[in-house]
């Protein structure tokens, strides 16, 4: 009777009633992508909003509801299609990078110019790039200058000028100037393939939010057809009961979470932040600790030569050139700055072999029976050098180090590594978000606390070795704090992997791009405060559309419960409150 009744009412079943079997065609073949889903969810014992969808469509077939079998499908389709759009935009970010990337490039082959496919290209083919044209290879530009800019890389968009010598990155943009590049790497090799590659698979990973969601959602699915049987039970009125197995959505749960997370990837890759999967945002949200790496983190990475002594007799160009012909053989910022200052001074450093890198410590080189130390007082102390008076009053707040021939210490090398601009109010914007901040370095006493004062860490360690580093994390990490850490991958990686995140600084270097659990293609620290703030957005959204889906469920099956809802209602609310927790995730892309 209940039913008749209700439908009388609401004049739908009058209007209805001649298209019974277009109604019934409709559902069966409109609705069958709900039912396909059904079939494998259920074929893998999972139970999705499809499942209750389906049981709703074929209860209002049994119970001779045609219309709002119709209506049911029609509003899950396009809440559907809706949610893929939205989920395709976000991905957009990756896709899009992939395609600016050019397929075809102008090469000098035998001394033509010819056209062909990027993919053909090989190491030192040289490749040339016109203003407007985006540069096709990671290489070192051999002829020409240009303005290129990066910020497909870097999410940078003041355009850097480049000349010979400069390396230039696949996907950056030539804004001006005609250039010719001797190709490294191509594809997927380079630092921009990297990117899009770290991206696509940061998606695949299901973060532990993630889970939960999922979990969450199944429970409301479940909830709903319970409720719906309780209904029927208590009311034996089919329709509320068909009602609230309508009424209830678990879609801002299920598709929400992951739409929240993509979107929220593929901004901070935008902005020159490839975050490494949705579960190291989430780490971000939790973390009490940051801690930085000095050199080349805070500071510029770039020392330069500001004092150079000599004693024993040796002259300070003979210390220059002894340490230059160790320092030849090492990348260390401190080895090019050394080797900057005796280039600029026409030192001459003498032919050195069997060179031997202490981490920590500085290098050691021998030649014929000669021998050369450069480095710390560790260094000295460890090879048996005794270290005379004089050498040890260094000029203060500099990285002052020894330089040893043949077993005595004949001068120092003291240099200076600025601060970065940027550091100093990146790390006054984390200790306003009530972060612990520490800075760790292997540099010496006096420059660090000169450093770590300017920038206003809240503590500081020097004299560290790149393993104390490591037991410093795994100390605070035991302590129960949640550590994040940040290098510039030049012996940082493994406390890069102990932290529970990991940053790597610096695009173009493999260690940091490989070993971090997210990567900074700039050298800027405020990246760090725009992430937590990201990542925090990204979790209230999550968190806004579990309660919004459980209270909203709540409410509605109540409703649908005591018979104000019919189905029609029901499903315009379902579809409206997915459409209002897709919009509130897809937010997050802007
Ligand atoms: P950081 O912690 O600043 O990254 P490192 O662990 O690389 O520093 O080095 C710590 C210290 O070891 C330096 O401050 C320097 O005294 C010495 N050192 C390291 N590498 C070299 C080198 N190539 N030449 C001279 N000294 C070095
Ligand atoms: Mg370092």
């Given at each position: 009777?209940g039913?008749a009744a209700?439908w009388?009412l609401?004049?739908l079943?009058?209007?209805f009633?001649q298209?019974d079997v277009?109604?019934?065609?409709a559902?069966?073949?409109?609705?069958y992508?709900i039912y396909k889903?059904?079939y494998?969810s259920?074929?893998?014992?999972?139970?999705n909003?499809e499942?209750?969808?389906t049981?709703a469509?074929?209860?209002?077939?049994?119970?001779?509801?045609?219309?709002?079998?119709?209506?049911?499908?029609?509003?899950?389709?396009?809440?559907e299609?809706i949610?893929?759009?939205a989920?395709?935009k976000?991905?957009d970010t990756v896709t899009r990078l992939?395609n600016i990337?050019?397929k075809k490039t102008?090469?000098?082959r035998h001394?033509?110019e010819v056209?062909?496919?990027v993919?053909?290209?090989?190491e030192n083919?040289?490749?040339?790039?016109?203003?407007?044209?985006r540069i096709?290879v990671?290489?070192?530009i051999?002829?020409?200058?240009?303005?290129v800019?990066q910020?497909s890389i870097?999410?940078?968009?003041?355009p850097?000028?480049?000349?010979e010598?400069d390396r230039v990155?696949a996907?950056?943009i030539?804004?001006?100037?005609?250039i010719?590049?001797?190709?490294?790497?191509?594809?997927?090799e380079?630092?921009?393939?990297?990117?899009i590659?770290?991206?696509?698979e940061a998606?695949?990973k299901k973060?532990p939010?993630?889970?939960i969601?999922?979990?969450?959602?199944t429970?409301?699915v479940?909830f709903?057809?319970l409720?719906?049987?309780?209904t029927?039970?208590?009311?034996r009125?089919?329709?509320?009961?068909?009602?609230?197995?309508i009424v209830?959505?678990?879609?801002?749960?299920a598709?929400?979470?992951?739409l929240?997370?993509?979107?929220t990837?593929g901004r901070?890759a935008?902005k020159g932040?490839i975050?490494?999967g949705?579960?190291?945002?989430?780490?971000?949200t939790r973390?009490d600790?940051?801690v930085?790496?000095k050199?080349?983190?805070?500071?510029?990475?770039e020392?330069t030569?500001t004092?150079?002594?000599a004693f024993?007799?040796s002259?300070?160009s003979?210390?220059?050139?002894y340490?230059?012909s160790?320092?030849?053989?090492s990348?260390?910022p401190?080895?090019?700055?050394i080797?900057?200052?005796?280039?600029?001074?026409?030192?001459?450093?003498?032919q050195?072999s069997?060179?031997?890198?202490?981490?920590g410590?500085?290098v050691?080189s021998?030649y014929?029976?000669?021998?050369i130390?450069?480095?710390?007082?560790r260094?000295?102390?460890?090879n048996n050098?005794p270290i005379?008076v004089e050498?040890?009053?260094?000029?203060?707040?500099t990285?002052?180090?020894?330089v040893a021939?043949?077993?005595?210490?004949?001068?120092t090398i003291?240099?200076?590594?600025?601060v970065r601009?940027?550091?100093?109010?990146a790390?006054a914007?984390?200790k306003k978000?009530?972060?612990n901040t520490?800075m760790?370095?292997?540099d010496n006493?006096?420059?660090t606390?000169?450093?770590g004062e300017k920038?206003?860490v809240d503590?500081?360690?020097?004299?560290l070795?790149p393993q104390d580093?490591?037991?410093?994390?795994e100390?605070?990490?035991?302590q129960?704090h949640?550590?994040?850490m940040v290098?510039?991958?030049v012996?940082d990686a493994?406390?890069?992997a102990?932290?529970?995140?990991?940053?790597?600084m610096?695009a173009?270097?493999?260690?940091?791009?490989?070993?971090?659990d997210?990567?900074l293609?700039?050298?800027?620290l405020?990246k760090?405060?725009?992430?937590?703030d990201?990542?925090?957005s990204?979790?209230?959204t999550?968190m806004?559309?579990?309660y919004?889906?459980?209270s909203?469920?709540?409410?509605?099956?109540?409703l649908?419960?005591?018979?104000?809802l019919n189905p029609?209602?029901?499903?315009?609310i379902?579809?409206?409150s997915e459409l209002?927790?897709?919009a509130?995730?897809a937010?997050l892309m802007r």
């Amino acid at each position: 009777m209940g039913l008749a009744a209700l439908w009388s009412l609401s004049g739908l079943w009058r209007q209805f009633i001649q298209f019974d079997v277009i109604a019934l065609a409709a559902t069966l073949v409109g609705g069958y992508p709900i039912y396909k889903e059904t079939y494998t969810s259920l074929k893998q014992k999972h139970i999705n909003m499809e499942v209750s969808m389906t049981i709703a469509i074929i209860a209002s077939l049994i119970v001779g509801a045609f219309s709002a079998a119709v209506v049911i499908s029609f509003f899950v389709i396009l809440a559907e299609l809706i949610e893929s759009y939205a989920l395709d935009k976000a991905r957009d970010t990756v896709t899009r990078l992939e395609n600016i990337t050019p397929k075809k490039t102008l090469v000098k082959r035998h001394g033509e110019e010819v056209t062909v496919d990027v993919q053909s290209l090989e190491e030192n083919d040289i490749v040339i790039v016109r203003d407007g044209e985006r540069i096709p290879v990671d290489g070192i530009i051999t002829r020409g200058t240009a303005v290129v800019n990066q910020s497909s890389i870097t999410g940078e968009s003041i355009p850097t000028d480049k000349t010979e010598s400069d390396r230039v990155y696949a996907g950056s943009i030539n804004e001006s100037g005609v250039i010719e590049v001797r190709t490294e790497k191509i594809g997927t090799e380079t630092v921009f393939g990297k990117i899009i590659k770290l991206v696509e698979e940061a998606e695949s990973k299901k973060s532990p939010i993630q889970k939960i969601s999922d979990k969450l959602a199944t429970r409301l699915v479940v909830f709903a057809i319970l409720s719906s049987i309780v209904t029927l039970l208590i009311t034996r009125n089919p329709i509320s009961s068909i009602s609230v197995i309508i009424v209830a959505g678990s879609c801002g749960v299920a598709a929400g979470t992951p739409l929240a997370i993509v979107a929220t990837i593929g901004r901070a890759a935008k902005k020159g932040v490839i975050v490494k999967g949705g579960i190291y945002l989430e780490e971000m949200t939790r973390i009490d600790t940051v801690v930085i790496d000095k050199t080349g983190t805070i500071t510029l990475g770039e020392p330069t030569v500001t004092k150079v002594r000599a004693f024993n007799g040796s002259t300070e160009s003979e210390v220059l050139s002894y340490a230059a012909s160790v320092e030849g053989h090492s990348n260390h910022p401190i080895s090019r700055a050394i080797m900057r200052k005796a280039a600029e001074l026409n030192i001459r450093p003498l032919q050195h072999s069997q060179f031997t890198y202490s981490p920590g410590r500085g290098v050691i080189s021998e030649y014929g029976g000669e021998r050369i130390l450069v480095g710390n007082i560790r260094l000295m102390i460890e090879n048996n050098i005794p270290i005379p008076v004089e050498s040890q009053d260094s000029p203060q707040g500099t990285t002052t180090i020894l330089v040893a021939h043949n077993n005595t210490i004949c001068g120092t090398i003291s240099l200076v590594d600025d601060v970065r601009d940027i550091s100093r109010n990146a790390i006054a914007r984390l200790k306003k978000m009530g972060l612990n901040t520490i800075m760790l370095t292997g540099d010496n006493e006096t420059a660090t606390k000169l450093i770590g004062e300017k920038v206003g860490v809240d503590e500081f360690y020097a004299d560290l070795l790149p393993q104390d580093k490591v037991l410093k994390i795994e100390q605070l990490v035991t302590q129960g704090h949640r550590v994040v850490m940040v290098g510039d991958g030049v012996n940082d990686a493994p406390a890069l992997a102990r932290a529970n995140v990991g940053i790597g600084m610096g695009a173009g270097t493999d260690v940091a791009v490989e070993e971090a659990d997210i990567v900074l293609m700039t050298n800027d620290l405020e990246k760090i405060p725009d992430l937590l703030d990201l990542s925090k957005s990204a979790y209230w959204t999550i968190m806004g559309n579990f309660y919004g889906t459980i209270s909203i469920d709540a409410i509605g099956v109540a409703l649908a419960f005591l018979g104000f809802l019919n189905p029609l209602v029901a499903a315009l609310i379902h579809t409206g409150s997915e459409l209002a927790f897709i919009a509130n995730s897809a937010r997050l892309m802007r």
